[in-house]
């Protein structure tokens, strides 16, 4: 999700379309906010709290939802089953359409998550990914769009990852069908999602000064996307 917000804000001549068919609006669009505040989602999602401990934080993150809704309004463009009107390829195709024609720049596809597609339901699992990948492929060569899917680990992938052992292209769900249309295929596992003992990483929000309480946290001036 980092690169719906980078690629935009730093190309002037893209924008981003993220179709997102796992979340709702109400649970993707915090996300963005999060990531401008540098702080943990649950600062965004449970706000009361936030405002109550860390009042600086939650001026940042006002700031925030006023960036994604004015700011970056015209740069990404967030759309779900709902607003999309359902979860076809047919959908998507009318939304590059329709974003290609009304800011007259490049579009950058993000779905999230090809799973969810909901054509040739007909079919079995296999052969409804390749349709699927063979069919995302035909979009992105007519409308001459990049897009980025995800796609889900099978469960040998997620024993794998678990147990520590390095994934392949068979941890793929539906990964017969899956290697080969794609131009490029990334692996990305956050070990920090099973081990969050593990982390380092202290947000800036909670790393003051010692003369500072945490009602005087001072937030960052830098209002790039991070």
């Not at 990948?133 to 980025?148: G, H, R, Y």
């Not at 500072?212 to 001072?218: D, F, L, P, V, W």
């Amino acid at each position: 999700r980092d690169l719906i917000g980078r690629i935009p804000y730093y190309n002037k001549e893209w924008v981003s379309l993220y179709w997102t068919l796992d979340d709702p609006l109400d649970s993707a669009a915090p996300w963005f906010v999060a990531r401008y505040a540098d702080c943990p989602l649950w600062c965004v999602t449970s706000f009361g709290v936030t405002r109550k401990q860390y009042p600086a934080l939650a001026r940042k993150i006002m700031e925030g939802w006023e960036w994604l809704k004015e700011e970056m309004k015209d740069k990404i463009f967030l759309v779900d089953e709902q607003v999309g009107g359902s979860a076809s390829l047919s959908t998507l195709e009318r939304l590059i359409q329709l974003y290609q024609d009304q800011t007259g720049k490049k579009v950058m596809v993000f779905v999230d998550n090809l799973s969810q597609i909901s054509d040739f339901s007909d079919q079995d699992e296999n052969a409804r990914q390749k349709r699927l990948s063979s069919q995302l492929k035909t979009i992105a060569n007519t409308f001459e769009v990049p897009i980025i899917a995800t796609v889900e680990m099978n469960k040998d992938g997620m024993r794998a990852m678990e147990s520590g052992y390095n994934v392949t292209m068979q941890s793929i769900k539906g990964s017969g069908s899956l290697i080969y249309d794609p131009a490029m295929i990334i692996f990305l596992f956050n070990d920090l999602d099973m081990n969050p003992s593990k982390s380092t990483h202290t947000p800036y929000f909670l790393n003051y000064e010692e003369k500072y309480t945490r009602s005087q946290i001072r937030p960052k001036t830098d209002h790039r996307p991070r």
